[in-house]
């Protein structure tokens, strides 16, 4: 049992290793396009909703594998630059773990992909308004950047054990639950 646990889990860490070097390069490679809709999902809310002069924006793309790459507002003649290749590469991760594990249905793998995708490219777009938005004041607390890109790191694996592993903690905490209820009822053996 225990070797076939070992066995499974080399599986599993080969099959995510390798299938996180091939999405990161093919991420890397389609990170411009992606660019450009954060540039409009996240131009919009910033210009009529936040009040932030935003007159264009493109995408620069520079580095190997376009890892350099960075969004770039015009607002009132100033260039703001935001980079984006390694906030946005946590989809990579995500999508390899989910492709990795063992024992999913085609059809949850597919909703599991497309939820956790949805839920990380949402905070993406969260992110760069908030950053855009509050750039000067972000800049004077320097914890706030720190936490960000820690929260950002772990997110495809927090997002992977809850979608992938749900019904199992489910049952974990309800078994977890049922041994401690007659402790807390207050039930006591009488003899």
Request: with cysteine; aromatic share 14%.
């Amino acid at each position: 049992m225990k070797n076939q646990r070992s066995w499974s889990v080399a599986v599993f860490a080969l099959k995510f290793f390798v299938l996180v070097i091939i999405l990161g390069v093919l991420w890397w490679k389609v990170l411009p396009f992606y660019g450009q809709v954060l540039l409009q999902v996240t131009g919009l809310p910033l210009k009529y909703a936040l009040g932030v002069p935003i007159d264009s924006g493109f995408v620069e793309t520079e580095g190997v594998l376009n890892t350099e790459s960075r969004l770039v507002f015009s607002v009132q003649g100033h260039e703001r630059r935001m980079k984006i290749a390694h906030l946005v590469t946590n989809i990579p991760p995500y999508i390899a773990l989910v492709l990795a594990t063992a024992g999913l249905t085609w059809r949850r793998r597919g909703l599991i992909l497309l939820y956790g995708c949805g839920i990380i490219c949402f905070f993406h777009v969260f992110f760069i308004i908030m950053a855009m938005r509050f750039q000067d004041k972000l800049m004077q607390i320097s914890e706030v950047p720190t936490a960000m890109v820690q929260f950002f790191l772990t997110l495809p694996f927090m997002l992977w054990i809850v979608f992938a592993y749900w019904d199992k903690l489910v049952t974990l905490f309800q078994d977890k639950n049922a041994e401690a209820e007659p402790c807390a009822s207050g039930d006591v053996d009488k003899d």
